[in-house]
């Protein structure tokens, strides 16, 4: 039982950012005041803890922002990392030296020095800052966790929060989940046979899209792609209702190592079957083919065949799948641990 009420800040990272309402509404259904605030202005003052995600953006300089109470006690700082890794075959002590790197010409643009600010908008500083994200976070986090401006982090990959934990920050694991903020029984008929939801990312991920697409065709398969190139991305309600409208939601990796859970805990509570190509164990208690449907790239397109023909078969995964992710993935256990973890900090 959670003994106290905390006062939460949240960072909302876009105009349509449902994971900060997601958030906010998992806090609030376990007692405390939660609010967003826009990620580029100040952290609010009167908090308890600054609960962050993703990132989405630069995130040192929130961190580096976090007021300071009467007491000269920062509120407790817990980040849920959503993104993914640099390629996991890398040895990890290369990994965190670029990282470290990285971080360094990320926080350039943002140091209290002006000939450091001059720099960061010069070659090749700006062209790097624009790119290696996934070595950004490994150095952001080891940076703010070594001045002690990281109190908790998790990761919603077990294989992740293992190379972190291995590495000296202790990492929760926080798998995606199902919450209502997320998905609806709208009644709807599953008229869109295969769904494809975001952004193509890498070459290796369009192509594999592109050739599951012209496989199915041929077969009158009915394909909506939401790829902001074919058809406009789709978010908030509007996801909600083509995933209650799609019989297969498709899911294919950026890269061989990807953690594409997150598609799972959307698809799965509004009753779409997924089909993937095999995928890390990132979160075990996703089961392939009992809780979605494992295949391999050149068998996707036969096996998307196959279950729109076998009703029965796909309607037993989906309801797996479904009481997976509401009752023991739901979200609401995942926020639950990290305010758990948070009532430790305060208590040391």
């Known amino acids: 039982m959670q003994v106290k009420s905390y006062r939460v800040a949240v960072p909302v990272w876009a105009d349509a950012d449902d994971m900060t309402e997601m958030i906010n509404y998992e806090l609030r259904q376990l007692g405390h005041q939660a609010a967003g605030f826009s990620y580029t202005d100040p952290v609010p003052e009167d908090i308890d803890v600054l609960l962050t995600f993703g990132p989405y953006n630069k995130i040192i300089p929130i961190w580096a922002g976090v007021p300071l109470r009467e007491s000269r006690q920062r509120p407790v700082v817990a980040h849920w990392n959503t993104e993914g890794m640099p390629d996991l075959r ?54 703010a966790y070594k001045k002690g401006w990281l109190h908790i982090l998790a990761d919603s990959s077990q294989i992740y929060g293992a190379v972190r934990s291995r590495a000296g920050i202790p990492t929760l694991y926080v798998p995606w989940g199902g ?94 079957l997924i089909v993937s190509e095999p995928v890390l164990e990132h979160c075990s208690e996703f089961k392939a083919n009992v809780h979605y449907v494992a295949a391999q790239i050149p068998e996707l397109s036969k096996t998307i065949l196959y279950y729109l023909e076998h009703e ?24 639950k641990r990290i305010m758990d973890a948070v009532e430790q900090v305060n208590l040391r």
Not at 261 to 270: D, G, H, Y
């Open 179 to 272: 919450s209502p903020v997320l998905y609806a029984d709208l009644n709807l008929k599953r008229d869109i046979d295969v769904l494809w939801m975001g952004k193509r990312g890498t070459k290796r991920r369009s192509v594999i899209l592109d050739q599951v697409c012209d496989e199915l065709r041929p077969y009158g398969v009915k394909i909506h792609v939401a790829d902001n190139e074919q058809n406009p991305f789709i978010f908030n309600g509007t996801r909600t209702e083509y995933l209650n409208r799609a019989k297969i939601t498709l899911n294919i990796t950026r890269t061989w190592y990807d953690d594409n859970f997150s598609r799972f805990a959307l698809a799965a509570p509004n009753r779409s």
């Open 312 to 335: 029965e078969e796909r309607e037993r995964i989906v309801d797996r799948a479904y009481n997976l992710v509401t009752a023991e993935l739901r979200f609401y256990h995942g926020i």
């Open 90 to 143: 890398m040895p990890y002590r290369i990994v965190r030296w670029l990282g470290s790197t990285r971080s360094w010409v990320g926080r350039l643009s943002h140091s209290h020095s002006s000939l450091s600010r001059r720099l960061s908008t010069l070659p090749p500083f700006n062209w790097v800052d624009r790119r290696m994200n996934r070595y950004r976070y490994v150095g952001d986090y080891d940076y």
